[in-house]
């Protein structure tokens, strides 16, 4: 079953919103990096360059973690634009709507995702 026109068009509105926050966060995260980077360069104890190494190095994986989110999100509002969204990656079938109302960003069914994460050796699930 596939979404309606009303539901995608809500799901469009929440993925955009949740684009724009992303945004935000990415660059507040990379800005909070280059300034705990530039801690390090304050001639401060060994501790202090530790911590502000750690904090950037954070901020960073944080900013890459969002990226790869927006990446996604993008990618989702894209499908939906040149109507394909909610088609498995892997088989083409259109993937459930139920699967799309809670993971809006699922790319496979949930046969193709489990398939994927045995693949892979996952030890759980997160589809």
Known sequence: MALTKSE???LKRTLEARALALRGQVSGKLEDAADDAGGMNTGG???DQAFA???????F????????ELRA???ALRAIADGTYGMCASCGEEIDAQRLKVQPLAVRCVACQQL???KRGDQHSSI
């Open 8 to 10: 995608l068009d809500k």
């Open 116 to 118: 994927a994460e045995r």
């Open 73 to 75: 999100i993008d990618s």
């Open 61 to 68: 994986a944080e900013a890459g973690r969002d990226l790869d």
């Open 53 to 59: 190494s750690s904090e950037s190095s954070l901020d």
């Open 45 to 47: 104890d060994f501790g």
